[in-house]
């Protein structure tokens, strides 16, 4: 780009000095082809494209020679071919007849200007007489109410072609965080870049979808931008690393939908839900209802369904990983529109072979029914699930410890919907009890057993911490060096199998060495970690 400015500095000086001369140019391969290219007011590429494009313009070889027939044309500062102002208003035009043809000037009214939209660029009456009009939507800012809004309708009118669109999205402007509008004098303009380059473009423009209405004003704050990322890109990027680490072709090529766990169930028809819903927002065009929803869904994927179906997909359950690969490739497919960037990155990540080359090629997806029964169930165990873990800290006793028991109020469902509530509430047993007071009641009569048990789980969260502290990925193996007396010493050889599962270890030393301490209740353990 450097080389092809000075060289088309110097063709536009001396065109401007030997006016009507055959100028002779001794030069290299190199200024000699962006010459050509200039003289055409090609842009980068383009000038890339005339090499590559060995019919039209070849490098020149030494000593040869070629004939450039240069003429001024109006160019931007890059020399490339621009006909708005200034430029076009250097350069005259010469009509059919031989006038010269000049830009006027002078402009009856800009709004008209730009309320003729529809039928200049079209040139009609004289040309394209069949309009696509009215337009279905169009989308400007707030101050256009009175601007381009109206006179698009007021020249159509004139014009004999009524109304000029059907729907029209009116956005509000950005203040800032106390609502003022942004101003150098106040000091209180944010920078876009600075912005962009810390939370992505993506971010940005699923904060303005999801703040409010789009023809609200926005405060910006920051901080809601900051949530926004984590709640949205944060929890998803990192739905998509666990299924990397577990990914494989077989499942990417099954059915989720014949599945019959209640998981992938509730998930598959959560994901016909914002289908649907995406569907006839956007149809009608609104944007906060999609944008939310599609919110409250990763949110769903990735504290719900995800973290119950870790295990299912460590030990390679087909449906598992079948479901999760179906509903990230369709949550890029809903994404594309509001946040185009990432719905292609993880698209990429994830297409076979025979997919569309880029998600905004592939079709949208199709609207399933709805089973409301799925959704109601287990929205019924994540009400209990919440009720049961606000008992558990009214009580004061943390979720690792086993209960005995949970009753519950009018309940009626059954089969894995309990192994789920016994599992979130870590209760052994479940009881159906009408005569209790409120929705359930928690056993807080903990035995023996279930402390013992309770501290083994304790156990496992510490070294858990440790190998996340260490930095060690999934599939590193360790060997566990632990000191601790006679009753430690029986927790570890009771769980033993279930702990080396569950860390991640192949073998369990017991020791007199010293590592790092790790306090249980009145119990001591001293564990070290050895990959």
Excluded at 469 to 492: A, C, H, M, R, Y
Aim: charged share 25%; with cysteine.
């Amino acid at each position: 780009m450097d080389v092809k400015n000075r060289v088309m500095s110097f063709m536009y000086e001396i065109e401007k000095k030997y006016s009507n001369k055959n100028i002779l140019i001794i030069t290299h391969g190199g200024p000699a082809w962006l010459t050509f290219a200039g003289a055409k007011g090609y842009t980068a590429n383009e000038s890339l494209e005339m090499i590559r494009d060995k019919e039209d313009f070849h490098y020149m070889d030494n000593c040869e020679f070629a004939v450039l027939d240069f003429v001024p044309l109006p160019h931007n500062e890059n020399y490339e071919l621009d006909f708005h102002k200034p430029y076009i208003d250097e350069i005259t035009l010469v009509s059919e007849d031989g006038e010269d043809m000049k830009r006027v000037k002078e402009v009856m009214d800009v709004w008209f200007d730009s309320g003729a939209m529809p039928f200049a660029q079209n040139h009609y009456p004289f040309e394209n007489k069949d309009l696509a009009y009215p337009a279905d939507f169009i989308c400007e800012a707030i101050d256009q109410t009175r601007g381009w809004f109206y006179t698009l309708h007021a020249i159509g009118v004139l014009m004999g072609k009524g109304k000029a669109y059907k729907n029209v999205i009116c956005l509000g402007h950005i203040l800032d965080g106390n609502g003022k509008k942004m101003s150098k004098s106040l000091g209180n303009i944010v920078d876009p870049e600075i912005m962009i380059n810390k939370y992505g473009v993506d971010t940005l423009r699923l904060w303005m979808y999801s703040v409010n209405q789009p023809g609200e004003s926005k405060n910006f704050d920051e901080k809601t931008v900051a949530l926004l990322h984590q709640q949205v890109f944060g929890l998803l990027y990192n739905v998509l690393a666990f299924y990397e680490l577990y990914r494989d072709d077989e499942s990417e090529n099954s059915n989720p939908t014949v599945s019959s766990n209640v998981l992938d169930q509730w998930i598959l028809t959560r994901l016909d839900e914002l289908v649907v819903s995406s569907t006839t927002n956007l149809d009608n065009y609104k944007l906060l209802e999609p944008v939310r929803a599609l919110r409250d869904f990763v949110d769903d994927l990735s504290t719900w369904y995800l973290r119950r179906s870790r295990d299912r997909i460590k030990n390679g359950d087909i449906y598992a990983k079948a479901t999760l690969y179906f509903v990230l490739k369709t949550i890029t497919k809903i994404m594309a529109p509001f946040a185009p960037f990432t719905a292609e990155d993880i698209w990429q990540k994830l297409k076979k072979q025979n997919d569309e080359s880029s998600v905004h090629l592939s079709n949208w997806p199709e609207l399933n029914e709805i089973n409301n029964n799925v959704i109601n169930e287990m929205k019924t165990v994540r009400q209990i699930v919440t009720a049961g873990l606000e008992a558990r800290q009214k009580a004061g006793i943390k979720v690792r410890q086993p209960l005995g028991k949970l009753k519950i109020k009018n309940y009626t469902l059954k089969g894995e919907y309990n192994e789920i509530l016994k599992d979130e509430l870590n209760v052994k047993d479940i009881v159906v009890d009408d005569s209790i007071e409120n929705l359930l009641e928690i056993d807080t009569h903990i035995t023996l057993e279930l402390r013992t048990e309770g501290n083994y789980r304790e156990l496992v969260r510490a070294i858990q911490d440790m190998r996340k502290k260490q930095g060690l990925s999934p599939n590193d193996v360790i060997v566990l060096e632990i000191q601790t007396g006679i009753e430690g010493q029986e927790i570890i050889s009771l769980f033993k199998d279930e702990l080396l599962k569950t860390v991640g270890a192949k073998e369990i030393k017991l020791v007199e060495n010293q590592g790092q301490e790790v306090k249980i209740e009145e119990l001591l353990f001293s564990v070290n970690i050895v990959l």
